[in-house]
């Protein structure tokens, strides 16, 4: 277990609503993702942070912005939904007990856009 | 081409069974490669890492050709639980990881 949390779970929303999902670790990893995951695409990067203020863009990134302003939380921000942004969004850490490429994931939120 | 190829599958195999499933990576610089495993509505879970010389964990191996960008996984002696979508994953640049779309497998009694 990674202590990665999503929040929300679930949710539903109309066009044009912004909308904000959180990532929350408790083990002080460095490295924090977002990923969307859609049928037939995979897991595709949305951003990452390597750092408290430190963010990069990833393959997928427009229509999305994210913050970091403290270690355990990531937070993804959808400025005005669309329905193209519904999909499943997992939040990941890298890393075990020493620096490595290995990620682990949080459960997931499912994102709606009606 | 994709950078990460996986057959989709569905691989269905009866309990007991032997199956392989195999993945092809098309950036040469990668250094980095994982076996995920992630079972319906539910988040990828690594299942192992796979190392230049190979390595095994249980009834799982996990086997690297560089030479030819690809990178298999073993499962023998298939159990119902092994049922899942298998997720081949390589590094790409920096801190990033590029992942197959998966490659389902249903083992059935």
């Known amino acids: 277990d990674a202590g990665i949390t999503q929040s929300p779970r679930h949710k539903v929303t109309e066009t044009g609503t912004p909308v904000t999902l959180r990532c929350h670790q408790t083990?002080?990893?460095?490295?924090m993702y977002w990923y969307r995951q859609d049928p037939g695409h995979g897991l595709r990067l949305i951003h990452y942070?390597?750092?408290?203020?430190?963010?990069d863009k990833g393959e997928v990134s427009d229509g999305y912005s994210v913050s970091r302003s403290k270690t355990e939380d990531f937070l993804l921000t959808l400025e005005s939904a669309t329905s193209s942004q519904t999909s499943v969004y997992f939040c990941?850490?890298?890393?075990?007990?020493?620096?490595?490429?290995?990620?682990?994931f949080g459960p997931g939120t499912r994102l709606t856009v009606t | 081409r994709k950078e990460v190829e996986q057959d989709p599958g569905p691989f269905n195999v009866p309990e007991g069974a032997t199956v392989a499933f195999n993945c092809t990576y098309s950036?040469?610089?990668?250094?980095?490669f994982f076996w995920y495993r992630q079972d319906c509505r539910k988040e990828p879970k690594l299942l192992m890492s796979?190392?230049?010389s190979g390595n095994e964990d249980g009834r799982f191996t996990a086997q690297l050709n560089r030479a030819s960008q690809y990178i298999s996984l073993l499962i023998r002696d298939s159990k119902l639980s092994d049922s899942a979508t298998y997720l081949c994953v390589v590094t790409g640049g920096g801190n990033k990881l590029t992942f197959g779309t998966g490659t389902q497998l249903k083992v059935e009694l």
């Open positions: 990941a850490i890298r890393g075990g007990l020493a620096e490595t490429y290995e990620q682990y």
């Open positions: 083990e002080n990893h460095r490295y």
């Open positions: 796979v190392y230049s």
């Open positions: 942070s390597y750092g408290v203020k430190d963010t």
């Open positions: 950036n040469s610089a990668s250094q980095s």
